[in-house]
């Protein structure tokens, strides 16, 4: 056959011809029945056979035909040349089946021939025959031989026809047809004749216009002796270089004989015995090849210690070592890796020995290799080498300094040596073995050996060594140690056999003497949770203190608890002192008042409260009647007990007794205090309750006297404090919280959220959120109305922290041009706090709120994607976010799911810098040089990323200054570079900041 046949089309044709010989003499396809059939009426009748021609069209190459079908199981089967990576498929113009015997295809087929849609599997099923084309050319162009001989453009046409009619892509296709393919198309005798029967000479002969170069090595057969001259040796490894796309000369050391055997090869390969190394050594004699980077060395090559070197030379390199004792921490697969495998086999799998033999100058120290010889260590007189080795390497200067060295130290210097073997890999046991003339004290090991502890000797001698180490006087001495003392000397094992507690340790070893566990330094965790030694322990600190009885303990403060070692008691009673005395001591009938702190919950229990008035009232003022009352004060009740009571009822006695004695009628004005906003008047009657107007409202029944007028003889108007104007709404700022993206905003109002200093307008002065006032220049706040108003002091976008500099150095001056770009922007209206919100807003934007302030812009929300756009448009030009406010509904203090923040996160990675101790925080340099702190969980600080690695942070928005706002730490990013981060970095503020709406 011509072509070298692939996949179904070969197994279609060897199963035709496995047909025709079990059909004797008749050759016929898969489907011959019926088509002889059709020819024959006889079906008896023996006919020659017809010649079985292969019949090609003009264009093989030309695909598949349009309407072809494939089974969708089964791939489109191909005819492929190993020379070329396009996949041969059948010809467009493939004769179909008909009922006829099949006849020899004509050399040029008409593409429009008439018949039936060619079908891609007739053609693969279409009958094939074989014979003889030798006449074919000469009977067509009417020569002969010898004509064909003497005329060069015959030659040439002779071989264009033998290319159309083998049915060739190109002229690659000349490497797959041999001899016989010639002489059977009738070129035997001009090839034997004029080109000594070499088919690559005659096509270089006939095409050498085209300057299209010949390989004869491609060809089925190379001639006789081309190999034995250097040149063509070369010329082949120079086409193969290029052919296997190799980048250099170290590229060889890849390719594997038989990859040079299959591109045609394999007779130049047989002379240099197929070594690649020593064939391409044979045709490059300037470049020095490394056998050994082939995989395979010549027999005895390993023998010669000069080679060995060479190997060990080139591998120090290749392995980046620095110095000889680099090889200790190479492994054996690095060798063999790098086709040093015979190596080791000859030295039984020992580097060590190779390397002593190849480097004998060097002192080697076998136990640091990776990998040892299996008996290496049966030799005793090697361990105490291998000890002293070991030591030189620690710079330990005695033996004493054998105490600080742990096991695992010992490891990195060959796996321990022979610990693990001989000494149940403790080095204490081994070195108590090794050098008996040293006084061990086995403690000071960082580990004992096994089962040491479980001795009751070894550890009361222990405890008697520390005492002598750390210098006690006396057993009261124990109390001053830690158990990170007794852990440093040795003694963590032995803690931790009564559960890290040096206290119960002590107890244990000493059953003798009896330890107060309270006095020691750390006390076990389970200590409180026994009641009994909580009442040990006030037992003894009252006789310390000089108690006469449990009375004393009211003048007893948390402070002197603590001092003497109670503080992991009180922490279990929430530091309360009163708490403790009343559990441990139920028996004992106790004022809780008198205690420096009273009881958590004690003063929400009217009894209680009723208790501590009938006490200050029977025992301690002794009044005879209720009447009494109006000559107490509020300091008086607070310094006898009442001080956490008194806020209850707004500091006001009258309003404690009105409430706790109910039953009796009390005039407020008889009180030598009155309470509050008791004489204040309305101001701006309809438009503002007074705080004496909204305790009437909230409680009625603390109002029974009438309120006096401004007609009064008795009326003092009074200035309000902020904090009692504060109360007429809750008293705090109105706060929202985050939006969890499940509420629908639609019908809530939006309005951006500002970044600057909230304060709160007083009619008078602007406070902070922690209460503080505001110096701010006169002329900023003239126009304000006479109403509370919640606002925001807003310089623009990304300029949150030049606004909050500014209010710190802030001086009530008329200088204007640090004020000129500050806005009061005001949100609400906290005195109308029972109004709703539309209705509040529109008195707000009735009001004339002076030259720097103006309402809040907003607008209501038709839905999500609306919020969405908003929101884009407010951070796109460095917003911080926007604001949902719920509709018809009040003002509330404090957070409240009424107001609802949406802030759109960003990620960017940054440069970790290094931990930022005052905050606990990452400084991390972003991509534009600034600095910026990013917040983090507390094992992240603890365990920070590397210097200089990159991480990525999320923040809120840009700050006026280019810096993160809000940045928090996300995740590291090992994958990436700083390098990488700058290459595709983006600026981060954009060349101008609109101003918004």
């Not at 060798?335 to 020995?353: F, M, Q, S, V």
């Not at 109305?785 to 919640?790: A, I, N, V």
């Amino acid at each position: 056959m011509l072509f070298r046949l692939t996949g179904s089309r070969a197994a279609i044709l060897s199963t035709q011809s496995r047909r025709s010989k079990r059909h004797g003499a008749r050759r016929l396809t898969s489907n011959d029945a019926t088509n002889t059939a059709a020819a024959s009426p006889d079906a008896s009748a023996k006919e020659s056979p017809a010649p079985f021609v292969i019949s090609f069209p003009e264009n093989p190459f030309a695909g598949p035909p349009p309407n072809a079908s494939y089974p969708p199981s089964e791939p489109a089967y191909q005819l492929r040349s190993p020379f070329d990576s396009t996949p041969f498929m059948p010809p467009a113009e493939s004769t179909p089946l008909s009922s006829t015997p099949a006849q020899p295809a004509p050399v040029e087929s008409s593409p429009t021939a008439a018949g039936p849609a060619p079908n891609y599997w007739d053609w693969l099923r279409r009958p094939i025959t074989f014979g003889s084309r030798r006449h074919v050319f000469f009977e067509q162009e009417n020569v002969t031989q010898a004509d064909l001989k003497a005329n060069k453009e015959l030659q040439r046409k002779f071989f264009d026809w033998m290319h159309k009619e083998l049915a060739l892509r190109n002229r690659e296709g000349w490497y797959l047809v041999n001899y016989r393919e010639v002489d059977r198309h009738g070129g035997k005798e001009l090839l034997d004749s004029l080109y000594e029967g070499q088919l690559w000479k005659a096509l270089e002969a006939v095409y050498s216009d085209t300057n299209h170069t010949w390989d004869p090595w491609r060809f089925p057969k190379v001639p006789d002796g081309y190999w034995n001259e250097l040149a063509n040796q070369r010329k082949f490894f120079e086409w193969l270089y290029k052919t296997l796309k190799l980048r250099n000369m170290e590229g060889w050391y890849t390719i594997h004989v038989r990859e040079a055997q299959r591109y045609g090869g394999r007779v130049l390969l047989s002379m240099y015995d197929n070594d690649m190394a020593k064939a391409l050594s044979a045709v490059y004699p300037e470049h020095k090849f490394d056998v050994w980077r082939f995989g395979t060395v010549p027999e005895g090559f390993w023998d010669s210690r000069e080679n060995l070197k060479k190997f060990f030379d080139w591998a120090h390199k290749d392995l980046q070592l620095k110095t000889l004792d680099s090889w200790y921490r190479v492994y054996n697969r690095e060798i063999e890796r790098r086709g040093g495998k015979a190596i080791l086999t000859k030295y039984k799998g020992y580097l060590g020995h190779a390397l002593a033999e190849v480097y004998p100058e060097k002192e080697w120290q076998i136990w640091r290799f990776q990998e040892l010889p299996k008996d290496y260590w049966n030799d005793k007189s090697v361990h105490r080498k291998y000890f002293e080795s070991v030591s030189k390497d620690l710079n330990l200067k005695s033996l004493e300094g054998w105490y600080h060295v742990s096991k695992s130290d010992v490891s990195r210097y060959g796996s321990g040596g022979p610990m693990p073997l001989f000494y149940g890999n403790s080095l204490s046991v081994a070195l108590m073995d090794l050098f008996p003339e040293h006084k061990w004290v086995i403690w000071r090991f960082s580990k004992v050996p096994e089962g040491f502890w479980d001795k009751v000797e070894n550890r009361r001698s222990f405890f008697e060594w520390l005492y002598k180490e750390l210098k006690l006087k006396d057993m009261e001495g124990w109390y001053r140690v830690t158990r990170t003392s007794v852990a440093r000397y040795g003694g963590s094992a032995l803690l931790a056999m009564h559960q890290d507690s040096l206290p119960k340790t002590l107890q244990a070893i000493y059953p003798e003497h009896t330890f107060h566990i309270w006095r020691f330094q750390q006390t076990p965790k389970s200590t409180w949770n026994d009641i009994r030694n909580q009442r040990s322990f006030f037992e003894w600190l009252g006789k310390k203190m000089g108690l006469r009885d449990l009375s004393g303990w009211y003048k007893v403060v948390k402070l002197d608890l603590v001092r003497y070692g109670g503080r992991g008691m009180m922490g279990a009673y929430n530091h309360h002192l009163s708490d403790a005395l009343l559990k441990i001591f139920p028996d004992h009938a106790w004022e809780p008042w008198q205690f420096w702190k009273a009881p958590t919950g004690f003063w929400d229990s009217a009894d209680n409260q009723r208790t501590f008035f009938d006490w200050y009232m029977n025992k301690k003022r002794q009044f005879k009647t209720l009447e009494g009352w109006y000559e107490v004060t509020t300091k008086e009740l607070e310094a006898n007990g009442g001080k956490a009571l008194m806020p209850r009822f707004y500091g006001s006695v009258y309003m404690a007794v009105s409430s706790i004695y109910p039953e009796h009628k009390w005039d407020a004005f008889r009180f030598k205090q009155a309470y509050d906003g008791y004489w204040s008047v309305p101001v701006s009657v309809g438009t503002r309750l007074s705080y004496m107007q909204k305790i009437a409202l909230k409680r009625p029944d603390l109002l029974k006297e009438p309120m006096p007028t401004e007609a009064d003889p008795n009326f003092k108007p009074r200035r309000f404090t902020f904090n009692e104007r504060r109360n007429l709404w809750g008293g705090a700022f109105a706060l929202g919280q985050y939006w969890d993206g499940k509420e629908d905003p639609t019908g809530y109002w939006m309005s951006e959220k500002i970044d600057g200093v909230r304060v709160m307008w007083d009619g008078e002065m602007l406070y902070s959120r922690s209460g503080l006032a505001l110096k701010l220049p006169r002329f900023f706040t003239d126009g304000l109305p006479k109403l509370f108003l919640d606002g925001e002091l807003w310089m623009g976008r990304a300029r949150g922290e030049d606004i909050a500099d500014l209010c710190r150095k802030a001086k009530p001056t008329n200088e204007t041009d640090e004020w000129d770009d500050v806005t009061y922007v005001v949100f609400d209206i906290p005195e109308y706090a029972e109004l709703p919100y539309e209705k509040r807003m529109e008195i707000l934007d009735s009001l004339k709120l002076g030259t720097y302030s103006r309402p809040i812009g907003r607008r209501k929300c038709t839905g999500l994607e609306d919020m969405q756009n908003y929101l884009k448009e407010i951070t796109d030009n460095l917003g911080e976010g926007i604001m949902l406010r719920k509709p018809e509904t009040q003002y509330v203090a404090g957070r409240s799911s009424t107001m609802l923040k949406v802030v759109k996160y960003r990620e960017a990675e940054v440069q970790f810098v290094g931990p930022y101790q005052r905050n606990k925080t990452l400084l991390c340099e972003q991509p534009d040089g600034n600095i910026c702190v990013a917040t983090c969980p507390p094992d992240i600080y603890q365990h920070p990323p590397k210097a200089n690695s990159v991480i990525t942070v999320r923040y809120t928005g840009i700050r006026q200054n280019g810096k993160f706002r809000n940045a928090s730490f996300v995740r590291e990013r090992p994958d990436l570079t700083w390098e990488d981060v700058l290459r595709n970095a983006e600026p981060l503020l954009p060349k101008t900041i609109p101003k918004p709406k």
